[in-house]
């Protein structure tokens, strides 16, 4: 019809002069040229890619969402298309996996050593303590010929518990500490009461949530809990929760699971409450999981997938990460346990795995210096370059400097590539707003978007435990850069009616520090600032930020908790609340424990022996020449 209309061409077209042939011929291939490429140009539009482009460059597609607990509700059991599995047993094979091996990486020495073997052995707790050292070889690896639980409390400088568990001089601050012990009874009965063996706890409906990041697993609360009873001396809640461990977490699910979320969850809430205890059973368990997660690791790269079904083995990426990429949160989160794993298991399997991951990103060529938060776990580039301190990038440079410090000091890779990176984060991301609050805004392949989500807040903590370790002249210039970090974290509170922070503060258009979309007003009850108010108060001592701590207990009293539990709320920025009916096991796992630690002596898990996963399950410095030395051994051997 249209080329009726025009001079000189005919119905069938036949009539074409040769210059307009030509016209409407460069025309339709410029139209062609100009769709194809743009789908390369649309990284989620996988369908049309598929149509286009080789299987091997496809990676599966799954309806899903982020290793972010809010989105978990959007998880959905991902569709078989695409699927790979590690053992063959279920699922797509993708050409690319069953071609190449993972990439081969030189073994690895993981370099620990240094430390002094401590005297003061605090054994007050011994009834948990008890465990005995020999383990059968059906354990899963785990070979406690070579690690010995009395060898190891040997070498830390300072009891777990402190002298006195903790409890301070000050009697304001000592009723504070009770408070939030209350706090932590009160959550845990609750969900003692309506969610037993459930992964959390609905407050409102009294009924006990499930969820599928955990692919099959319950009670994410109870092991998020272990360790945050246990310091509190929370014995009787503890045993209970021990108890349910043993007789009631089975670790032989089937169901698709993240594998982040396991393994800070449930790996380090494991681990933890192994060192804590000395319970050979919490360490059977971390290692038999442990052993579940390692077919996520059967990519071209070795980069894990962020899903895996526990029983099976069948991993893939989550459908909405662009093209079938891995999160950097997610794989750059595992290096803390699965050194320990090794540690405890003896099997440098778990080692190697990590290790392998750090090799690929130290070599990787990184836009400014910057890591983006998408991978291909097939080719090892970058997919889109969009980088956060926030989701999907935070806890990988928690863990690069938890990494270093863990190591006793000797992880010098990991300590080059956090201090590089730190510097890559300060040119290109941390800003100062007209009303001089400093924050960290996000990058968008070169195009800064002036927000912080609350999740960037543990950012604070990090940049102050990092403080010291850094060059000679920038040591104080980090430590006020935590400080300004934090303050506007703070800040966050203070501007909303609740005196809780949002999910997610701008920047811009007139604002500072305050959420500017309805979608970002909800709190659901995360720990980051509070996890940095800790660390500050360890660092500096300044009461300030004990005071903003307690700021945040009243807030918590007055807007979250309710009749049965306590509850994320949808609007901050309104005192007529309305509660999202969820108690998030990383309320009982970190919020509590942090403001619990933030009102005790430092010596409570001191963190010249500890560091805390990014679920703050403390784990200790593996301190390789007091291990090994012989004095130690013999020592432990006499006893
Ligand atoms: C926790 O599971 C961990 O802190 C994780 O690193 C980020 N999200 C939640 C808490 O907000």
Redesign the pocket.
């Known amino acids: 019809m249209v080329f009726r209309k025009l001079p000189g061409v005919s119905a069938s077209g036949m009539g074409l002069r040769l210059s307009q042939k030509f016209m409407f011929l460069l025309f339709l291939s410029g139209l062609v040229t100009l769709c194809f490429g743009a789908l390369f140009f649309l990284p989620d539009s996988v369908r049309l890619k598929r149509i286009f482009l080789s299987k091997t460059e496809i990676q599966p597609v799954t309806v899903g969402s982020g290793s972010?607990?809010d989105v978990r509700e959007h998880l959905k059991r991902p569709k078989d298309q695409g699927m790979t599995s590690a053992k063959g047993e279920a699922g797509i094979k993708l050409k690319s996996q069953s071609r190449k091996p993972p990439v081969s990486y030189e073994a690895t020495e993981v370099r620990l050593a240094g430390g002094k073997a401590q005297e003061d052995l605090n054994l007050s707790r011994s009834k948990t303590e008890s465990a005995s050292e020999k383990v059968t070889s059906s354990n899963h690896g785990a070979n406690s010929d070579t690690f010995s639980y009395k060898k190891f409390r040997r070498c830390l400088f300072k009891p777990p518990l402190g002298r006195d568990s903790g409890r301070p001089a000050d009697p304001q601050t000592n009723e504070r500490r009770e408070k939030v012990k209350e706090m932590m009874k009160f959550a845990w009965d609750n969900y003692k009461r309506y969610a037993w063996g459930k992964n959390e706890l609905r407050p409102l409906t009294r009924n006990g949530h499930i969820g599928n990041m955990f692919g099959g697993l319950r009670g994410a609360s109870v092991v998020d809990s272990l360790d945050t009873l246990y310091i509190m001396g929370l014995m009787d809640e503890y045993n209970d929760a021990k108890e349910w461990v043993k007789t009631s977490l089975d670790l032989n699910s089937n169901g698709e699971a993240s594998l982040f979320?396991v393994n800070?969850?449930y790996v380090g809430g494991l681990l933890s409450a192994y060192y804590l205890t000395g319970e050979e059973l919490f360490k059977n368990k971390a290692v038999e999981l442990g052993e579940k997660l390692l077919p996520a690791f059967n990519t071209p790269t070795g980069i894990p997938r962020g899903v895996i079904n526990l029983g099976s083995g069948t991993s893939w990426s989550w459908g909405w990460a662009s093209a079938g990429s891995s999160i950097l949160?997610e794989f750059g989160?595992l290096h803390l346990e699965f050194v320990h794993l090794t540690e405890l298991s003896s099997n440098p399997v778990y080692t190697e795995k990590v290790m392998n991951i750090r090799k690929l990103l130290n070599k990787i060529e990184k836009p400014h210096g910057l890591y983006p938060n998408f991978l291909s776990p097939v080719s090892g580039n970058w997919v889109q370059h969009h980088v956060s301190i926030g989701g999907l990038g935070?806890?990988f440079y928690e863990y690069l400097i938890k990494s270093y410090l863990m190591s006793d000091k000797t992880d010098d890779d990991a300590k080059k590539m956090y201090y590089t990176a730190l510097e890559a984060i300060e040119a290109n991301l941390v800003q100062k707003s007209p009303g001089g609050l400093t924050y960290m805004a996000e990058w968008r392949g070169g195009i800064l978007d002036h927000k912080m989500g609350?999740?960037a807040c543990?950012s604070g903590g990090m940049i102050g435990i990092g403080a010291d370790d850094g060059a000679a002249e920038k040591r104080q210039h980090y430590l006020d850069l935590a400080a300004e970090i934090t303050h506007t974290c703070h800040e966050s509170y203070t501007r909303s009616a609740t005196k809780l922070g949002p999910e997610a503060f701008r920047f811009d258009s007139g604002a500072e520090a305050t959420a500017t979309r309805l979608s970002d007003r909800y709190y659901i009850l995360?720990?980051?600032v509070i996890e940095s108010y800790m660390y500050m108060w360890r660092l500096t001592h300044d009461p300030k930020y004990r005071e903003w701590g307690w700021e945040a207990v009243e807030a918590l009293e007055q807007h979250c908790r309710v009749e049965s539990g306590f509850s994320g709320i949808r609007d901050v920025y309104t005192t007529s609340v309305s509660h999202d009916n969820m108690q998030?096991s990383?309320f009982l796992s970190?919020t509590l424990k942090y403001l619990y630690l933030l009102f005790s002596d430092d010596d409570l898990l001191s963190l010249e022996d500890w560091v805390f996963n990014?679920?703050?399950h403390p784990l200790p410095i593996i301190r390789n020449s007091c291990l090994q030395d012989d004095a130690t051994q013999e020592k432990t051997v006499s006893e």
């Open positions: 972010e607990n979320e800070i969850r949160a989160t935070d806890s609350h999740l543990f995360r720990p980051e998030q990383f970190e990014t679920e703050a």
